[in-house]
């Protein structure tokens, strides 16, 4: 069984500011990653994603993710922090071998961008 | 656009009464999934159908049912909503290979109070 733990819960930035929102994984096998990000009322929406390959990830709105096997993470940044990044942002995890492609969830970071 | 969309976006419900959210997708995907988010939580996965294949969470109540009468379109009912029931409810959709790299698409969510 896979889990994920998001350290910080709440991460304050101010805008132009590095953002780094942490993730770590545990599975007996390395699983798929995801990140995902959710404004007030709406769903989640897929930042980026790991599966094979290149292990440093790029996604939407400027987020990137690396991959790193010996830490068990997956970390997501963003060099420079605008105020719409304000969110509530997830990090997933999916075992490599799976009937329906569950993922499990972390609990989350909210992200908050001071001006 | 191809999308994930959810009616309505909110449902006031009395104590008691049943209550029915709805889900279509224009995705053609296989996989439907049926999440409960509470304020500041993770997702909780509820249930989740492979094409006509039901899956139950171990701890999903009794209380909470599904229909998934084609592709495109999925149900939730809530027999008897008690208060710990009010909530975001957030359907979701992947494309589903067998192998778990499949992101999932969310729709906007339903979010449900009780009176």
């Known amino acids: 069984a896979q889990s994920v733990t998001q350290l910080g819960s709440h991460v304050s930035v101010s805008e132009g500011a590095l953002v780094l929102l942490r993730c770590n994984y545990s599975?007996?096998?390395?699983?798929?990653l995801f990140w995902y990000v959710q404004y007030p009322n709406q769903g989640l929406q897929l930042l980026l994603k790991?599966?094979?390959?290149?292990?440093l990830v790029k996604g939407i709105n400027g987020f990137e993710a690396e991959f790193k096997k010996s830490e068990t993470s997956f970390h997501l940044t963003k060099p420079s922090a605008h105020m719409s990044d304000a969110a509530e942002y997830f990090c997933a995890v999916s075992a490599r071998s799976t009937n329906a492609g569950k993922s499990t969830f972390g609990d989350g970071t909210t992200l908050t961008v001071k001006p | 656009d191809a999308m994930v969309i959810q009616n309505p976006r909110y449902q006031v419900t009395q104590f008691g009464k049943p209550v029915t959210l709805s889900c279509s997708q224009t995705l053609n995907h296989n996989v439907m999934y049926w999440y409960q988010q509470k304020s500041s939580q993770a997702p909780k996965l509820l249930f989740h159908y492979y094409d006509k294949d039901f899956n139950n969470e171990a701890d999903t109540p009794d209380n909470f049912q599904s229909r998934r009468p084609n592709t495109s379109f999925c149900f939730l009912d809530i027999r008897s909503p008690g208060l710990g029931d009010a909530a975001m409810y957030l359907c979701?959709?992947?494309?589903?290979?067998?192998?778990?790299?499949?992101?999932?698409?969310f729709g906007d969510g339903t979010r449900l109070s009780i009176l």
């Open positions: 790991y599966t094979t390959g290149a292990t």
């Open positions: 979701a959709t992947s494309r589903s290979p067998g192998t778990g790299d499949q992101p999932q698409h």
């Open positions: 599975s007996s096998v390395p699983p798929y």
